[in-house]
Each structure stands twice: as structure tokens, then as C-alpha cells.
């Protein structure tokens, strides 16, 4: 169970994940993902998905919105990639003493349609 007590960490791992996506490092972006993510979804197609959702182009984000309930995380705002700011949102699962992404959502879901 997380044992801090702000949301903070959430936004973190979600701003480090896209950090690393917004650099082309699309396999450490991969690695950062929940294992349940990964056990559904290849790195081709997780590579493939972020480029279509241009978090290959992420710029910045801003989070106005960061939950957590016990395990579970999500964060909600803005993100700016190369065609402009839009609304985004993102899950992550507390496992192995650390946040995982599940998902990451801006009209399209990395978790696919």
C-alpha cells in the first residue's frame, strides 16, 4: 500500500512516463507500465499507440486533478504535444512498492478502442 499520503507521486510517474515517451524512449516508456498492461499489450503496439496519440511529441503537462484510493491512482488535466493541448487523464496501480500506468487516455486510449 502507498505510504504517502499525497497524490503527488501519481502525477510523477505519469509526467516521467511521457517525459520519456516526449524523448523517443519508447521501451523505458514501456517499462514503466503496469505489468497488467504489459501482459495485454506489446511494446510494438504500445509504440505504435503512442505515436498515434502523439505522446511521441510531449511537450508539458498539467495535472488539475490527482486521486488516490488506495492502490489506485489518476491524474487529469492538459498535455501538450506537437499538434497543440487537449484533455488527458491517466490510471496507475500501486504494485511492487511503486506507480505503474495502466493507462493513458487523450481521444484515444493507449488501452486501444
Known amino acids: 500500500m502507498p505510504t ?3 497524490a503527488q507521486p501519481v502525477a ?3 509526467n516521467h512516463t511521457l517525459k520519456l ?8 516508456a514501456y517499462m514503466t507500465m503496469s505489468d497488467g498492461y504489459r501482459a495485454k499489450v506489446d511494446e510494438e503496439t504500445f509504440s505504435s499507440r503512442s505515436k498515434a496519440m502523439h505522446l511521441d511529441t510531449f511537450k508539458d503537462s498539467t495535472w488539475n486533478s490527482r486521486n488516490v484510493n488506495n492502490n489506485d491512482g ?4 492538459n498535455i501538450e ?3 497543440g493541448q487537449v484533455e488527458a487523464s491517466a ?3 500501486y504494485e ?7 493507462d493513458i487516455t487523450r481521444k484515444t486510449s493507449l488501452t486501444g478502442p
Not at 515517451?21 to 523505458?28: A, E, P
Not at 489518476?74 to 488535466?77: E, I
Open 12 to 14: 510523477d510517474t505519469t
Open 21 to 28: 515517451l516526449g524523448q523517443g524512449n519508447t521501451h523505458d
Open 81 to 83: 504535444a506537437s499538434d
Open 4 to 6: 504517502c499520503s499525497t
Open 91 to 93: 490510471t496507475l496501480i
Open 96 to 102: 511492487k512498492s511503486a506507480w505503474k500506468v495502466t
Open 74 to 77: 489518476r491524474v487529469s488535466g
